[in-house]
């Protein structure tokens, strides 16, 4: 019989009140037995006895040659030759005479494994030192450069001791960029830790992995450099970087929503710089008694300071300028200017620019191109070679990869032709592209334009040549008398 809580209620008064069973049960209508089982309140109505059925135990000698079993296998260190419950079984019979059903050691093997191992999952909390350590990390997310949607690769680092946090934004995941992020990343945070920690990526680790991991040789020289011990977590092992790990969500659910809108990637890091500030000013961590800032400053005193010379962490090549006045860097074109033609030059890339020098003078400076095939000009590195070769104006690349079409068709329209259109893209190279479109845009609908006509709005003649003084002078009037009494006059 199914008994509910006000019946329960009734059972528990009546007996409360001195009423014996045999009188509670004709009360109420029910068995005595129902009563017995709940007048005394040792149980209540849906609390159902849980089954148990004791397994067969085994006895002392099986037991201690399963663990002896174990330890074997632990000082072999063989994962492929390790006892397993059937061949345990199997050991028992031919060398105890063991009598019992073989599941009855499978369970016995299952239960002494699981109580002489340590769950895969447990972790161990940590605890670290003011600059002891810093966590970095990669994340993805995507955004609008330019009206263009992208996906970027986020830097993440934070320091183990205040938690404090930096995030950049990368094209790609290169050397380079590895390099440069962690540059950036010991700038912002005014100082260096004694030992970064990051997993095994293929730009820093030549071989090996986790405390056997060995670092490539230019990730090696950086560390020299900047004196911080390299530590690489173990394959599939995020729970060794914990609070890094958390920054790439946190900084992707927070930093990137809505999705960022901006026209270069300079400008989103320097916002990004400016929530980093933003966190370490308001932010305080539920399980910590101070908050960011404050443990920031702490964390700062123990910093190692950042070396005076900047490590060059570059990507450097010295190809020869082409015919076409470009150089060749990773599979991409980047113009000099004509008069280093044929010339061996030095280029230098960085995360997302190249340099170009000769001769220790830098002589062109480019975003850096990804991919392959692509070329990225600059308009005055050509302009002296178009006004010798004029009639190329209007089909040469440079000119249409890099000047608005609606300059170039504004230029269609100039009276001279060929040569006013050169005349006009020396204007651009001289005062920018921008000010020049502000001239059309400010002429009457109605006017042919001339490049004279354009000159004369870059350089407007003052208002007037007079000069407005805000006092007059004062001149004391000379005293005069000496000098008649040395001329004789009276």
Known sequence: MKVEMDMYYLIRSHHNDGMSIRTIAKTLGISRQTVTKYCDGTTIPGNRKEYHRDSTIITDEPREFILSCFREDEQEGLAKQ?????????RLVAEKGFTGGESTIRKAVNDLRKEHSVHPQADIPLEYDPGDAIQIDWGECTVY???????????CGRLCYSCDIFV?????????????AQQRMFDYFGGVPNRLISDNAKVAVREGFGKHAIATDGYAAFAAHYAFQTDFCNIASGNEKGLVENLVGYSRRNFMVPVPKAKSLEELNAKLIEDCLNYRKTHKVQSRTISV?????????????????????SRTATPEVGDYSTVRFEKNNYSVPVRYLRRTVTVKGYADKVLIMYNGKLIATHDRLFGSGKTSYRLEHYIDLLERKQRSVFQAKPVRDMVAEELIDWGKKLPG??????????????????????????????????????????????ETNLIHMSNDIEVADPDLVRFDKKCGVS
């Open 82 to 90: 390790r006892h397993t419950a059937k061949r345990i079984y199997d």
């Open 145 to 155: 450069l330019n009206g263009t949607k992208q996906k970027l690769y986020s830097f």
């Open 168 to 180: 950049q934004l990368f094209y790609t995941q290169n050397l380079e960029s590895f390099l440069e």
């Open 293 to 313: 800032n404050e443990a920031y400053h702490e964390e700062q005193l123990y910093l190692h300071s950042v070396p005076v010379y900047r490590y060059d962490t």
């Open 417 to 462: 032709g060929n040569s006013e259109m050169v005349k006009l893209l020396r204007l651009c190279v001289d005062h920018g592209e921008e000010k020049i479109l502000a001239v059309k845009h400010s002429l009457p609908s109605g006017i042919i334009p001339t490049v004279d006509i354009i000159r004369t709005h870059l350089h407007k003649p003052a």
